[in-house]
Structures are given as structure tokens and as C-alpha cells.
């Protein structure tokens, strides 16, 4: 398990006094690095002993926490029946004292079984069943579990078996200004004129084409744009290379559109000085965007928690703001009745829905519905007076919750070596 090249490198025994954490996000999409970044953040802002930091996996997310002092990068097997011995080495290796694992349930027992204090952060605890237990780190030393609009009664009782359970508001990284200042500071009659659109989950471990989702979605999420006059487009995210110039020369899109990914300082940046996002509804994009006050339409759902997290984001904010696939594609009662059996069944429906409209003889249709469901949510928005309001129902303390709470499992730990 050799590590990947770091920008600097230092062993344990390097730094005297110093402990090591080891960083692990989910390999699903960039809600967890951000999440990890906003959480180093948190603990770069406030008096802490000396870290050190070192992550596990993670190599989808690792690009977004350039910006961090991690000292390396370490991969695990791809045969799962050996990951168990390479996290043991891993640990023995680089001093691991404790970890903050972002949604890898996998991980974070691993590393719960080779005696490592673990900080479980679980952003989609309403999303849980009884097929999900099995999956779920229940016995972390603490299960940090974000705050939710709603909590289905079906997650309650999974969720009663965290050992260490504490509820946590958003784990985001805090706008400079201040909630009410960063809602209220956007004009809402100034006309769109720059947008964003932020794809992620397109590198989930059982999503086999990536390239159908944003196939469907970006050439109607641009095409929209520029009936509604808006004029410079960035497209953010973890599309597959190459695709995002062909699908941007498919269609009518505004005259000044570009496409890249992001680090996570970057994205925000680019959110905060856009009029308007189109996103997959991720639930980390749509805090932040919240927290920055930006208008924000949520493009259909890619997984299980995108539908969640659009109808949170259209509640919280009284107004239809989220874009649905024709009934032909995906119908999302059909798809939320295979929770029971666990988050997998009804991945399975999803993906295999919008892999058949990519591959059928329908797709014209498709995407021209979605154009006109994009083109009405922009419309409606109009008439959202202030768009903090889902990020201020949960709150924006988290990454600071979280970092708190790695602070006190170590102080528990004693001293390093």
C-alpha cells in the first residue's frame, strides 16, 4: 500500500508530540472531501495541539483538499478481503492516534478494528433503513450525524444504535459574512447573468456510465440558460474527461461557456460571485449555496439522496425549485418504496432509468421536457425573497462540531508517543 506522492512528507517520528489523524472520505462524490476540508478548516482556525494529518482511499476527493496540509495519500486494495491488514498497517505505520471518516462506513470499521478512535460523519442520516445497518459504523466513538429537514421513522430506529451518537448542524465551510447579511445581500430582481452548474456523484462505486446523466442534463440545463439570457456559464464537476465539449457544442448554450472542475476553494469562490446555480442536488452544494444566499435550481435527481435532498430544498424554500424526470423516466415514489431493502436497490432503478433514456429512442423528448422544467424552476425562483432558508434550518456550526469532536477523542486518548 505504498503512498502517493505528497507536496512534503514526514514520518511519525518527525514531529515529536504531534498527532496524527488519518482522513477518510466516501468514494461517491465530492460532498465528502469538502466536508473533510471544511472540518480541517475548522481545526486550522481554532488552538489545537499539533496535528498531523494523513488520508486513506479517498482518490476521488483528494483534488479538492490540495489546499490542506495532508502529508500523503495512502491507497487500500482492491481486494476487499485484504483492506482489514492494510489498514492495520496503515495504522502501525504512519502513528495513527484517531480518524474522521466521511460516509465510509467500510473504512471507518476498519479502523475501529485496529483500536482507532473513529469521528463518523454521516451527512445523510435520513436516508438510512434496516437494510442499511449492516453498512452503517454504529459503534464509532462518535457518530456525527448531520441535522436534517425531516427524519423518516424509518431511519429512527438505526439511528437509536449509534453508540455515540451527536446530532450536528451543517458541516460546511462558513461564508466570511455572516447568514443574515449573506441571504439578504442579493438583489431578487437583479436578472441571471452568470451561472453555475455543479454535477457530482458521477463516480459512484456501482455507477457503471457515468456519461449518461449529464448527457441528459447538461445540454438542457444550457439550453435553458440562454432562453432565460444568461450569458456566461461555468460547468463544475466530476464529469468524465473530455465529455463536457461535445456536449456543450450539441446544444445552443450561452456565449461564454466553460467547463472544469474545481477545488473547493475555488468552487466557492465561483458560487459566490455567480447569479445563479443549477445543481444535482447534492446536499452539501445546496448548503453552501444557501449559505452564500445564492439562487439555487436543483437539475433532476442521479441517486437516492438527490430526491431527498430536492424536496428538503423546494420545502425549506416554499417554492417548486427542483427540475423531475418525465414519469416515462423515473417515477420517485417507485424508487423511495426499495429503501427497505437497502440504498443499493434503489441505486439500481435510478441508474438503469436514466441509462435506458440515454440509450432510447425517446431521448429528444426527454430532453426537451427537462429544458422546459429547467426554464420553469428559473422563473420561479424569481419569487424566492431570501435563500438561506434550508442552511438556516440546519445550521452552519458542523465543521466546527465535528472538529470539537475530534479534539476531545484525542485529548481522551492521552498524549502522543
Known sequence: M??????????????????????????????????????????????????????????????????????????????????AASVG????????????????????????????????VDSLPFLWSEGDRASLPLDATVYCAQKSV???????????????????????????????????????????????????????????????????????ALEALAAHGVEE??????LPGGLAGGLVDSCAAPPRTTAGPLGHGAFLERLDACDVLLTSPGLTTLLEAGGLGVPTVCLPPQNLSQIFNGRYHSQALGARLRVLWPK???????????????????????YGAIGSAVQGGGRQEVGRALRDGVLDALRRSAGVGAWDALTTAVGTRGSAQVADALLEVLAASGPPS
Open 328 to 350: 416515462e423516466v423515473l417515477v420517485e415514489d417507485d424508487v423511495l418504496a426499495l429503501r427497505s431493502k437497502g440504498e443499493d436497490h434503489a441505486l439500481e432503478r435510478i
Open 150 to 220: 425531516e427524519l423518516p421513522p424509518e431511519c429512527r430506529s438505526v439511528l437509536a444504535d449509534a453508540r455515540g451518537l451527536r446530532w450536528v448542524e451543517a458541516v460546511i465551510a462558513r461564508p466570511r459574512a455572516s447568514e443574515p447579511e449573506r441571504g439578504a445581500r442579493r438583489r431578487v430582481d437583479r436578472p441571471y447573468r452568470r451561472a453555475l452548474i455543479s454535477l457530482g456523484g458521477l463516480r459512484a462505486p456501482n455507477l457503471l456510465a457515468p456519461e449518461h446523466y449529464p448527457r441528459l442534463v447538461v445540454p438542457a
Open 233 to 238: 456559464v461555468h460547468i463544475a464537476g466530476n
Open 2 to 83: 505504498p503512498p502517493i506522492p505528497a507536496p512534503h512528507s514526514a514520518s511519525p517520528s518527525d514531529s515529536p508530540g504531534t498527532a496524527t489523524v488519518a482522513l477518510v472520505g466516501a468514494e461517491f462524490g465530492w460532498g465528502s472531501s469538502g466536508k473533510l476540508s471544511a472540518v480541517l478548516s475548522a481545526l486550522r482556525d481554532r488552538s489545537t495541539p499539533p496535528l498531523r494529518f494523513v488520508g486513506m482511499a479517498s482518490g476521488l476527493g483528494r483534488p479538492l483538499l490540495a489546499e490542506h496540509a495532508v502529508d500523503g495519500w495512502y491507497d487500500l486494495p482492491d481486494d476487499p478481503g485484504r483492506a
Open 89 to 120: 498497517e496503515f495504522v502501525r505505520s504512519q502513528g495513527v492516534r484517531a480518524a474522521v471518516v466521511v460516509l465510509d462506513g467500510a473504512a471507518a470499521t476498519a479502523l475501529l478494528a485496529a483500536g482507532v478512535p473513529t469521528v463518523f
